[in-house]
Structures are given as structure tokens and as C-alpha cells.
């Protein structure tokens, strides 16, 4: 029953794969798939990672290279195969559809990918790679949008269920592949070591948490003055909440950077907002305290601030801001919501991960929203800060990051005050990568 089930769909996915690309889905292609969906990830903890990346040789970059090209296939072939077990009116959505192609596509590149041999065969490896890797910046926005639309045809349960696998399988494949290329990079740089100063590979090994949360703090404050310097000069400055940090200041962990500053800047983010939103244009507006905890086997985050806390009638609970279905969260079908996702979905750069990215975009929105516009009295300021451009998937990939490695998010709302957001991270590295890889 469940085999004929995928074959309807997989036929159906081959129409619409000729939609998007003039090739069919072959018995034989199928039959390969079958092959890799069978085997199981072999998954990695952060330890590892680091442990294999310390000491390169020739002999084990060339083992790491076929590591990554053997394993990728595997983890995109169980992928599609989730992108088969969908409903047909959810697969047959355009943007999960394209999202089937590029899966597809990786798939039969990788397993055509010759055993990787010498240094030279390494490098043709990595080019292919950083190619895969910007051709696949639109994964996410095309995911989520096209989740988002076909949202009432799936069960909550199941969606969010659904996205959690696709996006925590996809961190994985690019943390395998950034990583190897890193390893790579270092390796020619520093003559045989693999370790570039303070990293092995993506892994900072000694993550000094406060400078991250400093350096989200600050790249958010120079946002925020950019663009006040970009609007005419009889508008309000808008002050935004001072970052305050306090507990284990020198609290550090073996951690990928971006990782990191992607979840603190989007906290942080969410939580200014909020402040910003509630108190208006105060001259000082109530701070945002940050409490750090280096404990045994956890590094500890608190960010507490003075927003109102989430008060929102459409969010039953705070979990819900974690979910892509429309019945845990109606924003994720709002204009507002869509209207981005489709801009990034469109764009050949997508969402990438990184702060500086992630800033540079929300910037460039952020003026280009603002060019010209005014901000008169204190009731514009509201919608000002709502109209703050966002993908709207901040704190849901925020949620992926975290679990990536094992970690928790929670939110807590004091109703009418504030929000208190806990973030644990595992510190220890002896996680394995989460089981949906
Ligand atoms: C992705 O970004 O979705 C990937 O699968 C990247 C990988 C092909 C290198």
C-alpha cells in the first residue's frame, strides 16, 4: 500500500519535474534512490569533528573527502524520499517542487562524483561542493514558503515534523561539507595542520560566548543607526535597548560560530523589537539583561527583556513561534510573512546563514522600506517596527540550530512585562547530530 502510494506520487513527481526540468524520473533512478534511502546517516558528534579534523594528513582529507561524498547521498536520499511521502497537493507546490528538483539533481551528482584519489581530485571535490552549496541558498526560503502555502492540506503535527527532518538534515550535509572544505583550505595554508588559529575546520573550539552576544548586540545596534542615518533628518531616532550581560562572562565552548550568533542574533533581535514596540520612543528604553552559565555539561543563556512578554492571541503557547504550520502559528500565511520568503525564494543567494548576511539583508530592506518615509508621532512608530523586514523564520530555524546538536530553546512569557528566553546548548561536543540527518 505505502509502496504504491510513493509510486503515484513519485510518477507525480516526475510530471512535475518535467515541469521544471525537461528529464524523467527513470525506473533505474528510483531504484538507485531505494538503494541509498535504505542505508542508515552515519552521524557525527561535534567531538568527532573536531577530534578527526586536528591532525590532517593527505592521507585522511582525502578520507574525510569520501566521508562527505559517499554520505551526502544518503542523507539527500532519505530527504526526497519524505518530499515523496507527501501529500500530492503539498509536493505538487511549486516551491517544494523546485526544492524536489535541486534534491534530486545533488543526488545524482553526488553518487556520479568519482572516489576522490589525490589532492587534485580533493579540489575539483570542493568546488563542487561550494557550487552545491550556493546553488542549494534557496532551499530554505523555497521550503518555507512553499510549506507555508500548502500548510492546510498537511496536519500540524506532521508538517512541522516534516520541516524539522529537511532542515536539520540540511544544516547537517552543509556543517559535513563547509567543514571538509575548511579542512581543505587549512590544510594547504597551514602545510599539513588542518587547524587554522583557534578553529579545526567551522569549529571555533573556543567559543567565547559573551563576544558573540556582544558582537549580535552591536551589529544590531549599528543596523538600527545606519538606517536612522539613511532617513530624512526630522525623523525620530529610535533608541534602541542596551544589551546588558551578567553570570559566567568567560564561559567558552568548542561550538560553529555561526551557529551561535544565528540563534543570539535573532533573540536578541526578537527581543528589542519587542521592547521597541511596547515602550516606544523613550530616550532609554528597559534594557535586555543577558545571564551567561558555563554549567559542567551545558553552556547556559538567559535573555530576559521588558517587551509585554507574548501576548498574542492568535499564539495558544510560546512553543507555537516554533512551528511552520498555520494552525500553531497564522502568521505564517499573513502578506507579510509570504512577502519575503517569495523575494528570497526568487533570489539566486536565497538565505544564507551567516550574521553579516543575515544584517546585510535586513538592512538593505530596512532602507529601502524606510526611503522616504517619516515617522510623525508615536503611533507610527509601532508599525514601523512591525514592518521590520523578516523571512518570519528566525526563531523556528533558531529552534533547528539549537536541537542540531542536542540543545533546548524555550520561551517564557511574563504576560504584560516581558519575555525570558532559555537557551541550553550541550558543551561537551559528545552529541551526536540529531536523529532526523
Ligand atoms: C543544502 O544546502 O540543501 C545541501 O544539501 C547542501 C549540500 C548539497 C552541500
Request: proline share 4%; aromatic share 8%.
Amino acid at each position: 500500500m505505502i509502496l504504491n502510494t510513493r509510486y503515484t506520487v513519485s510518477k507525480c513527481l516526475t510530471l512535475s519535474r518535467a515541469r521544471f526540468q525537461s528529464t524523467n524520473l527513470h525506473f533505474y533512478q528510483n531504484r538507485k534512490l531505494e538503494e541509498y534511502a535504505t542505508k542508515e546517516a552515519k552521524r557525527l558528534s561535534l567531538r568527532q569533528l573536531v577530534f578527526y579534523g586536528r591532525f590532517m594528513s593527505e592521507e585522511r582529507l582525502i578520507k574525510s573527502a569520501n566521508y562527505v561524498r559517499t554520505e551526502l547521498p544518503v542523507r539527500i536520499a532519505h530527504r526526497i524520499r519524505d518530499l515523496q511521502a507527501l501529500p500530492y497537493a503539498v509536493v505538487m507546490q511549486e516551491d517544494v517542487a523546485k526544492v524536489y528538483e535541486l534534491y534530486w539533481s545533488a543526488f545524482e551528482k553526488f553518487r556520479m562524483f568519482p572516489r576522490i584519489e589525490t589532492l587534485e581530485d580533493n579540489e575539483s571535490f570542493c568546488s563542487f561542493l561550494r557550487g552545491l552549496l550556493d546553488e542549494h541558498a534557496v532551499v530554505i526560503p523555497n521550503l518555507s514558503l512553499g510549506l507555508s502555502l500548502a500548510s492546510p492540506h498537511l496536519p500540524p503535527d506532521q508538517l512541522d515534523a516534516f520541516m524539522r527532518r529537511m532542515l536539520v538534515s540540511r544544516i547537517s550535509r552543509r556543517v559535513l561539507a563547509e567543514h571538509h572544505i575548511a579542512l581543505s583550505d587549512s590544510v594547504g595554508r597551514y602545510q599539513g595542520t588542518g587547524k587554522e588559529e583557534g578553529h579545526v575546520g567551522i569549529i571555533c573550539t573556543g567559543l567565547n560566548v559573551e563576544k558573540s552576544v556582544r558582537r549580535c548586540a552591536a551589529l544590531l545596534h549599528q543596523l538600527t543607526h545606519d538606517s536612522d542615518k539613511s532617513k530624512p533628518s526630522n525623523t525620530h531616532h529610535i533608541q534602541w535597548p542596551a544589551v546588558t550581560i551578567e553570570g559566567h562572562i568567560g564561559a567558552q565552548f568548542a561550538y560553529i560560530r555561526e551557529h551561535l550568533e544565528y540563534i543570539i542574533f535573532e533573540l536578541l533581535k526578537n527581543a528589542m523589537q519587542a521592547t521597541i514596540s511596547k515602550h516606544g520612543q523613550k530616550t532609554n528604553p528597559p534594557g535586555i539583561l543577558v545571564t551567561l552559565v558555563a554549567a559542567p555539561d551545558s553552556i547556559g543563556m538567559r535573555i530576559s527583556d521588558q517587551g509585554g512578554g507574548l501576548l498574542n492571541p492568535q499564539i495558544r503557547s510560546p512553543s507555537d513561534l516554533f512551528s511552520f504550520s498555520h494552525v500553531r502559528n497564522a502568521s505564517r500565511l499573513e502578506q507579510n510573512n509570504l512577502g519575503p520568503l517569495r523575494t528570497a525564494s526568487a533570489s539566486p543567494t536565497g538565505m544564507r546563514a551567516t550574521v553579516e548576511e543575515l544584517v546585510s539583508r535586513w538592512k538593505d530592506e530596512w532602507r529601502q522600506r524606510e526611503d522616504g518615509a517619516s515617522l510623525k508621532n508615536d503611533s507610527e512608530l509601532e508599525p514601523c517596527v512591525g514592518r521590520h523586514p523578516r523571512l518570519g523564520i528566525g526563531l523556528a530555524m533558531s529552534n533547528i540550530f539549537v536541537r542540531y546538536f542536542g540543545g533546548t530553546l524555550e520561551l517564557v512569557s511574563l504576560d504584560g512585562w516581558g519575555t525570558d528566553v532559555y537557551l541550553r546548548l550541550p558543551k561537551l561536543g559528545t552529541n551526536l547530530e540529531g536523529i532526523e540527518v
